[in-house]
């Protein structure tokens, strides 16, 4: 192939400078696109260093929280309320033995020795004791069965019955209802209507000694 010098044209016209002018605008062109291209690929790699020094956030896992076990409840066993003992003043008790020694000679019968007096000579002092020991109680005592079925009948106590009013006695085998013969009706006080104690009364005097001038 031979290159013919004849075929470069000597001057340049206006269509020729247009196509040298587009071609310097391309190129310019080119170079600016390429040079964004360079920039923006920079600035995506960072050094090693820097990527080193920026400190990177873990993201915690994902753990499943457990709730915490509830406290066991501890079922305290239920105690029985205390028992309450009164303590009973002594007044009252010597002041029935001071009725019983002035009506019916209680104290001095009880604390007699009869093993030297005959059955009958026993027999007539009780009637003395007994009348006046009945005569304290009918002014001083209201007093009425604690049962009203009549003795030696049969009767049921149900379950939960006042084990204070009514004692189960015999063969007792497992849990209520009892069936039983009624023994003793049982008594209870009502009403008392003890004599009110004059101030200075010393009611320890169950019985005051006699002198016989």
């Given at each position: 192939m031979q290159f013919d010098p004849t075929l470069i044209p000597a001057t340049f016209d206006a269509v020729h400078i247009g196509l040298a002018a587009l071609v310097v605008i391309l190129l310019i062109l080119q170079i600016l696109l390429l040079s964004v291209a360079v920039i923006a690929l920079l600035r995506r790699r960072k050094p090693a260093s820097e990527v080193a020094a920026v400190p990177v956030r873990a993201e915690p896992a994902h753990?499943?929280?457990?709730?915490?076990?509830?406290?066991?409840?501890?079922?305290?066993?239920?105690?029985?309320?205390?028992?309450?003992?009164?303590?009973?003043?002594p007044d009252a008790a010597l002041q029935l033995l001071g009725l019983l020694q002035k009506e019916a000679r209680f104290v001095d019968?009880?604390?007699?020795?009869?093993?030297?007096?005959?059955?009958?000579e026993i027999g007539?002092?009780?009637?003395?004791?007994?009348?006046?020991?009945?005569?304290?109680?009918?002014?001083?005592?209201?007093?009425?069965?604690?049962?009203?079925?009549?003795?030696?009948?049969?009767?049921?106590?149900?379950?939960?019955?006042?084990a204070s009013s009514v004692r189960p006695t015999g063969n007792i085998v497992?849990?209520?209802?009892?069936?039983?013969?009624?023994?003793?009706?049982?008594?209870?006080?009502?009403?008392?209507?003890?004599?009110?104690?004059?101030?200075?009364?010393?009611?320890?005097?169950?019985?005051?000694?006699?002198?016989?001038?």
């Open positions: 753990v499943p929280i457990r709730e915490a076990p509830k406290p066991l409840e501890i079922v305290k066993p239920e105690r029985p309320e205390p028992v309450v003992v009164k303590e009973a003043t019968f009880v604390q007699e020795n009869v093993g030297a007096y005959s059955d009958a007539a002092a009780a009637r003395v004791v007994h009348e006046g020991c009945r005569k304290v109680l009918s002014q001083h005592f209201e007093l009425e069965p604690v049962r009203r079925e009549q003795e030696n009948s049969r009767i049921t106590l149900p379950k939960g019955f006042d497992g849990d209520p209802p009892f069936t039983g013969t009624l023994i003793h009706r049982g008594w209870r006080a009502t009403g008392v209507k003890l004599p009110k104690i004059a101030e200075g009364h010393d009611v320890r005097i169950i019985a005051q000694a006699e002198v016989e001038l």
